[in-house]
C-alpha cells in the first residue's frame, strides 16, 4: 500500500520489537562504509592541472580522506557548481580526454570563482550609478548611500527588471 495511512497504528507488540532492534543495532565503521559504498556517487580528484589523483566511492569517503569539516550535503552542491575545494577539481563524472580539456576545466573553474561584476544604476540620480567589482562591494556602496543594504536580497534583484529599495537596478556583466 502506497501512501499516508492515517488510521494504521501499530500494535505494541510491534513497536516493542522495533525498539529492541534499534537499540541492538552497531553503526561501526565498516557499517558506514557499507552504506556509502552502496548509496554513494563516485567522486573523482583532479589537481588543478587537471591529473587524476584519486577516486572514492562516496563524498563522506572523499570528505574523510581530505579531513574536509564541510557538511556533506555542502560538498554536493559545491561539486554540482564545479567549485573547488581545498584546491582540488573534484567530480562525479571522470573526465575524459583529460590532455584536451585540461586547459578549460581551469579556466572554466576559474571564472566561477572570479567575483561578479556588477553595474548599478540609480533610477532616481543616474550621478550615483557605478561599475564595481563583486556584490560586497556594491552592497557597500548602497549601504554608504542609503544606510542599509542586504546582499542576500540583493542577489535576487541582479539581471531582473525589478529596483532594489525602489532606486537601484543591477546587472551583472
Known sequence: MRGPRPNYKLTPEHLAKLVSLTKNRVYDKSFR?????RFGFAVY?????????????SVIQFK????????HNT????ISQGILINGLIVSFTPISSLDDQS???????????RARQIQLTNVVNPDLSKTLSS???TAAYIKELDGKCDKGTMRKFIN????????????EI
Do not use: C
Not at 576545466?105 to 570563482?113: C, F, G, H, P, T
Open 135 to 137: 556584490i560586497g562591494a
Open 160 to 171: 531582473s527588471d525589478k529596483l532594489y529599495h525602489n532606486t537601484w537596478k543591477l546587472h
Open 33 to 37: 562504509d557499507a552504506i556509502s559504498n
Open 75 to 78: 560538498i554536493y552542491k559545491r
Open 64 to 71: 574523510e580522506a581530505y579531513g574536509i569539516k564541510l557538511h
Open 45 to 57: 580528484v583532479y589537481d588543478k592541472l587537471g591529473k587524476l589523483l584519486n577516486t572514492y566511492p
Open 103 to 113: 586547459t578549460s576545466i581551469v579556466s572554466a573553474i576559474n571564472n566561477k570563482l
